[in-house]
């Protein structure tokens, strides 16, 4: 009976755990659809804002959360990130993520913007840009984006499930980063957001 007891307990936990991860992707979803919804944040055009109805998102998926070596860079160099204008921020490469996924052992470079870092509000934030094989398919062809804080630890969890478009997917007028060919992953990453918004 407490051996019973004592599995249907730890069951209950991995539920109660896997209940909250999915929460807390949906609420991250949640809140990028509110920002689209809204007409004073969108970078939607204000007729597509009455008719968004919602992103399109991968099923969430536990897999896609990842948690990577995180190597510092010493000395990194700063330079000037592509865009898909004639702007060009200043980054540098803040560390490097080394994890398995897929049976694969991939490596992202992970950056930091020299502007955003000398901001209370984004002084430890950290930028990853990456492409994948869904570009242009599933997804947009321009790749996508994650937000990081600057890790504590010698390691970096990285969550593709919470992986989101650059503006410049729904409308040129915006000015985004293009991600650096060293991001450029030789798999799918079947999490996070899709192509296309819902609409009427």
Same mark, same amino acid.
């Given at each position: $009976?407490?051996?019973?007891?004592?599995?249907?307990?730890?069951?209950? $936990?991995?539920?109660?755990?896997?209940?909250?991860?999915?929460?807390?992707?949906?609420?991250?979803?949640s809140h990028l659809n509110a920002e689209y919804?809204? @007409?004073?944040? @969108?970078?939607?055009?204000?007729?597509?804002? /009455?008719?968004?109805?919602?992103?399109?998102?991968?099923?969430?998926?536990?897999?896609?959360?990842?948690?990577?070596?995180?190597?510092?860079?010493?000395?990194?160099?700063?330079?000037? $990130?592509?865009?898909?204008?004639?702007?060009?921020?200043?980054?540098?490469?803040?560390?490097?993520?080394?994890?398995?996924?897929n049976n694969q052992k991939l490596k992202l470079?992970?950056?930091?913007?020299?502007?955003?870092?000398?901001?209370?509000?984004?002084?430890?934030?950290?930028?990853?840009?990456?492409?994948?094989?869904?570009?242009?398919?599933?997804?947009?062809?321009?790749?996508?984006?994650?937000?990081?804080?600057?890790?504590?630890?010698?390691?970096?969890?990285?969550?593709?499930?919470?992986?989101?478009?650059?503006?410049?997917?729904?409308?040129?007028?915006? @000015?985004?980063?293009?991600?650096? /060919?060293?991001?450029?992953?030789?798999?799918?990453?079947?999490?996070?957001?899709?192509?296309?918004?819902?609409?009427?």
């Amino acid at each position: $009976m407490r051996l019973a007891l004592l599995i249907g307990i730890l069951l209950q $936990m991995n539920t109660i755990i896997g209940q909250s991860y999915k929460d807390s992707v949906l609420e991250f979803q949640s809140h990028l659809n509110a920002e689209y919804q809204d @007409s004073e944040k @969108s970078p939607l055009e204000k007729s597509d804002v /009455k008719k968004f109805k919602g992103h399109d998102f991968f099923p969430i998926d536990e897999k896609f959360k990842v948690k990577a070596e995180f190597k510092r860079v010493d000395k990194a160099v700063p330079f000037l $990130m592509k865009t898909t204008t004639d702007r060009l921020p200043t980054y540098e490469i803040y560390g490097v993520a080394t994890f398995e996924l897929n049976n694969q052992k991939l490596k992202l470079n992970i950056y930091q913007s020299h502007s955003l870092r000398d901001t209370e509000e984004y002084k430890d934030y950290l930028f990853l840009p990456f492409t994948d094989l869904t570009n242009g398919e599933e997804t947009y062809v321009g790749g996508r984006f994650i937000d990081l804080e600057i890790p504590k630890e010698d390691f970096i969890i990285i969550d593709f499930n919470k992986a989101y478009n650059p503006y410049c997917a729904y409308s040129p007028k915006y @000015s985004c980063p293009i991600p650096p /060919k060293e991001n450029d992953l030789p798999i799918r990453i079947y999490a996070g957001i899709k192509l296309k918004p819902h609409s009427k």
